[in-house]
């Protein structure tokens, strides 16, 4: 197949990160402690090959630690990888961590342009959306107050409404079905099949095997920086089930 039929290749690609033993926090420890300072390199991904083909829904599973979200930001290009590549194919969202570019001072609608145009849409665009997000978040009483005075399930309710209303190709989500109460997590959970009936491609990272059951056809089981298992959802699941209970 040609790279064009893809959504995303990941090619060969490796993760380290610096963790830092005994490090001194104040400048009197830096002077007094200057050999305390040590660190070692940690591999988190460990030459990882995956492509996800266009419309496809795809689970990252696996436990703590497993390298999860580590590889969904380097899909968005949030972080980058030490070797090996990533090519992405279209227009492309994150839901990982939402409102990051929320200003407290803004009213909610403020902030809906505020981020909105940090996803890539003009200002037309945007008025053209803004009610689909407003009623989707079911904040429009509370629209015109500043989201400091949201509580944190507003805030997140307000944050995904944005990123889902942008109308991006590929949709890359962090335990995010989580978001606010019972009846919003159903009403999230309802516009990610809906997303999926529209041919979009998706990958979630999530430790609800439910989920993934109902949503994903494929899914990939990473342990330890490698990929441990790739395939039907049901059969990896089981796998994983089996294994980590």
């Known amino acids: 197949m040609q790279e064009n039929e893809y959504s995303i290749i990941v090619d060969n690609v490796y993760k380290t990160f610096n963790v830092y033993l005994d490090k001194a926090n104040t400048i009197k420890e830096k002077l007094m402690f200057f050999k305390r300072n040590k660190k070692e390199k940690r591999e988190v991904l460990k030459g990882i090959n995956l492509k996800i083909k266009k419309g496809e829904v795809v689970a990252l599973i696996g436990i703590n630690g497993s390298g999860k979200s580590t590889l969904l930001k380097l899909m968005t290009k949030i972080i980058y990888p030490n070797k090996g590549r990533i090519i992405t194919e279209g227009k492309l969202t994150s839901l990982l961590e939402l409102g990051a570019g929320f200003h407290p001072d803004f009213s909610g609608r403020e902030n809906i342009y505020f981020n909105a145009s940090i996803f890539g849409l003009t200002k037309k665009e945007i008025d053209n959306r803004l009610n689909d997000i407003i009623e989707f978040s079911e904040l429009r009483e509370y629209i015109d107050n500043p989201v400091r005075t949201y509580s944190s399930g507003m805030f997140m309710r307000l944050a995904f409404s ?10 890359l989500i962090d335990e995010i079905l989580s ?16 997303l999926k009936q529209q041919g979009k491609t998706m990958i979630f990272v999530t430790h609800s095997m439910d989920s993934v059951r109902q949503l994903c056809d494929r899914t990939v089981w990473l342990h330890q920086g490698v990929i441990r298992r790739d395939g039907p959802t049901n059969e990896v699941v089981d796998e994983y089930i089996k294994e980590t209970t």
Do not use: P, S, Y
């Open 162 to 171: 944005v990123a889902i209303n942008v109308n991006a190709d590929i949709l």
């Open 179 to 194: 978001v606010g109460d019972q009846h919003f997590q159903e009403k999230c959970f309802a516009k990610m099949q809906e």
